[in-house]
């Protein structure tokens, strides 16, 4: 009998999960190769800040025993909603993904660049998980699953709507469930302010208009991403106000879930040099000893990396937050770059998102993604190799920007060099199939090898404003017989500074003597990739086998 690799090890670790909590221990999860290019946890006991150098943008996280989840924005890529975890906030691995598809399917079977996925939330009640998160374009979602790697309900529709955004639920004491959600001015007409409405009691519906319950026009400009929690009698709403760049972290509390609420900024920028540190979750560690601690995960805007995770300590006094350190002891905490980790009954080994890729599985690595809802052709991942067959680009598509069969992962540190191996089979029959490495944004720069008649080019591609329809430039740099093999590599350096090369021994490169600036997508950093495309639609394919795709430093 044959079996999908991918779902007898979910079936696995479901039975697993199952037992680890029927006797309360912990689930263990596949291992992954440890990174080469940034490591958080600094094996002293101590980690440095942030703790994933990744686009893990709005993050939110729940604990479940000695163990944390996080999810995150996740916008038109797919699979979409990352599922992250961790023993000790400071090392995650990224264990799957909870939306394989994207609905509503049709919509985005195109590239939907800044839309689909927007801030989520992350929560575990009655022994489920449950993940809320909006289409700004559609209304709130919800799923659900017993185990965090799957397999999660399709997506039930909490409420619809347009500039509905960046939900999170609040089960009260007396069984009353409640939503707080932001509006995205964009589509809604208005924001700034923040909404509470109540739901039916499994959570899937809202069951009123709800209220206003703070506005933030004139201090809080454009507050967001709220997050709900209760402690000592006090509903508290953890959210980010003055955009993502600049902006800053504020809480607000009242007896009342309706309010009045009081408002106090708990973490701000300061001297730290940590621009605009705010939008995360509020985290407590299992009881050591008798002892937990208060964390923070937050985001901070690092361009063309994206929205980077940091980890803060937290501590509450006087039954508000403070977030960072507080040297001058206004209340204001600032982020911090180093710190002690958090307090653990035992110690963990480093461990990291995953980021190279032998393709020895029959199954994509989890850091993969595609512009958007995948075909069945696309790909064929197989024991070896992986290979991509070639897709015709939609004829709206002016350049990649708008190809969905893009297969990209985050940049995963500043600076990071990416080399593949491929072999390049295009159809005799056609001319203008591609297939290559690429850095990903609003401009972009590739070098991929392009099928002529009996030939193939090596070409050097740049694409400035690619978002606003622009046309590539090229430079074609060297010519190979068909089907010879070929080493890509991209060299990133600090400040997003790209430059390209190529050999054909993998030992010594040529360098297309140019230097690409990595510029931001559409609310998220650049990415790195491959990709095989051709301009015509036949009743055959050409594609390219790629040996390995490494990242190092």
Known sequence: MKVNNHYWVAGLLLAST?????????????????????????????????????????????RVGDDFYMTASSFDAIPGLP??????????????????????????????????????????????????????????YVIKARNPVGPWTEPVLVEGGKGLIDPCPLWDDDGQVYLVHGWAGSRAGIKSVITVKKMNAE?????????????????????????????????????????????????????????????????????????????GAWVTTSPVNGKSEDWFLHFQDKNEYGRVVHLQPMKWIDNWPVIGTDADGDGIGEPVLTHTKPLTAKKYPAATPPESDEFGE????????????????????????????????????????????????KFPAEEFTVTTKLLFTPNANLTNEKAGLVIMGQSYAAIYLRSGKNKTELVYAKCLKASEGNSETERVLAEFKPETDLYLRVKVNKGGKCEFGFSEDG????????????????????????????????????YADFDWFRIAD
């Not at 064929?380 to 990209?408: E, Q, T």
């Not at 297309?512 to 051709?534: D, H, N, P, S, Y």
Request: aromatic share 12%.
């Open 18 to 62: 199952a037992l680890a909590q029927k006797k309360n221990v912990s689930t263990q999860y596949p291992h992954t190769p440890l990174s080469q290019t940034w490591v958080a946890d600094l094996q002293d006991g101590r980690y440095k800040n942030p703790v994933l150098h990744a686009d893990y943008s709005d993050p939110d996280a729940c």
């Open 83 to 140: 599922i992250l975890h961790s023993k000790d906030l400071v090392n995650w691995t990224l264990i799957g993904h909870a939306l394989p598809r994207q609905v509503p399917i049709e919509h985005f079977e195109t590239t939907q660049h800044g839309n689909g996925v927007w801030a989520p939330a992350i929560r575990f009640h009655n022994g489920e998980f449950y993940i809320y998160y909006p289409d700004p374009d559609f209304g709130i």
């Open 203 to 279: 959570g899937t519906k809202v069951t009123d208009a709800g209220s206003l319950v703070y506005d933030g026009h004139k201090v809080d400009p454009t507050v967001e991403g709220p997050k709900f929690y209760k402690r000592n009698g006090y509903y508290y709403i953890f959210a980010p106000a003055g955009g993502v760049a600049t902006g800053w972290q504020i809480v607000l509390r009242s007896k009342n879930v309706y309010g009045p609420y009081e408002r106090r900024v708990v973490m701000a920028e300061g001297r730290s040099g940590i621009n605009g540190p705010h939008q």
């Open 362 to 409: 029959t199954a994509l690595g989890k850091q993969w993604q595609w512009q958007a809802n995948p075909k069945g052709t696309w790909a064929m991942p197989a024991a070896g190799f992986l290979r991509l067959y070639s897709y015709k680009i939609p004829g709206h598509a002016k350049n990649l920007w708008d190809v969905p069969n893009m297969l990209l992962q």
């Open 507 to 542: 030992s010594q490169f040529k360098t297309t003597g140019e230097v690409f600036q990595a510029g931001v997508g559409k609310w998220i950093g650049a990415k790195v990739g491959l990709f095989c495309t051709r301009e015509t639609q036949t009743n055959d394919s050409g």
